[in-house]
């Protein structure tokens, strides 16, 4: 089964509109792929959906979201930090990838995007995931 690290703006996406971030997410709810996440990529998932501007999502679906992620993810706890990405706040994506060993990083973020690949690691967009998972 193929496991990958999604990052925060992809999983919201997932959750607030239609499209293939939902469509991705909706694999994973059939058990046709497996989510990585770390505690401070759950962390950084609460505090953006509960920004002001996300508003119209309901809280408690908000609450439904994060915890169904919490149940059907794998949790690591990564032991390296890594100074790697323009952004730092998005290392900890890096972070989890290579503690999982996962071959996939799903993300919606130019900075990730612009840097294609990390070691093994492929960085992709949704839609460049979902012509990968459904081509096999």
């Not at 058990?31 to 920004?51: A, D, G, H, N, Q």
Request: aromatic share 10%; with cysteine; glycine share 2%.
């Amino acid at each position: 089964m193929i496991k990958a690290v999604m990052d925060t703006s992809t999983l919201i996406s997932a959750l607030g509109w239609e499209g293939k971030p939902q469509q991705i997410f909706n694999y994973c709810l059939d058990k046709k792929w497996t989510p990585v996440i770390s505690p401070e990529i759950l962390e950084e998932i609460r505090e953006v959906l509960f920004r002001e501007k996300f508003n119209f999502i309901d809280a408690d679906k908000k609450n439904e979201f994060i915890l169904l992620l919490s149940q059907l993810a794998e949790v690591v706890y990564p032991m390296h930090k890594l100074n790697i990405c323009r952004d730092k706040e998005d290392n900890k994506f890096i972070e989890a990838a290579v503690s999982a060993k996962v071959k996939v990083l799903v993300s919606s973020d130019n900075d990730l995007l612009s840097m294609k690949e990390y070691k093994d690691i492929k960085i992709l967009s949704p839609h460049e995931f979902l012509d990968l998972f459904e081509g096999d």
